[in-house]
Structure formats: C-alpha cells, structure tokens
C-alpha cells in the first residue's frame, strides 16, 4: 500500500483533526480506537520530520561561516 508523504504542517494539521474527533463526547468506542491509532501513526511520522529536519539544522559560528549544530551544545 504506497503511502503519500505529507508534509509536517500537513500532519500537525490532520492531529488537529483526530483531536477533534476524540473530544467529541458521543464517538463510539471502536472509532474512537481507530482515531487514536491513526493519531499516534502520524505521531510518529512527526517525530520523525522535525528528527530529520534537526539534523540538517545548521548554524552560524562567530565568523559567520556555517557550520552543523551539534545537539545539547550551548550557545
């Protein structure tokens, strides 16, 4: 089953959705179920965009020459 890749403000949209749907006080169970599941698959796909875009994060150092960040570093 070939899945589209969305775009991270395409999935943080769709989990504003799902959020929607679960707050909705007369969903059956089972949806319910299914709607949590699709969520926390896009939850997934989320973390792993911002792991990919924070990889390619780089940084400016004092001579204003780039340079990759390196996580936990301070600046």
Not at 28 to 57: S, W
């Amino acid at each position: 089953m070939g899945e589209e890749k969305k775009s991270l403000e395409e999935n943080f949209g769709r989990l504003e959705e799902i959020i929607g749907k679960l707050e909705e006080e007369d969903i059956p169970l089972e949806k319910a179920f299914e709607t949590y599941c699709e969520g926390m698959h896009l939850l997934a796909q989320c973390n792993e965009q911002i792991d990919r875009v924070e990889k390619q994060v780089l940084k400016l150092d004092a001579e204003g020459l780039l340079e990759e960040f390196a996580n936990g570093e301070e600046i």
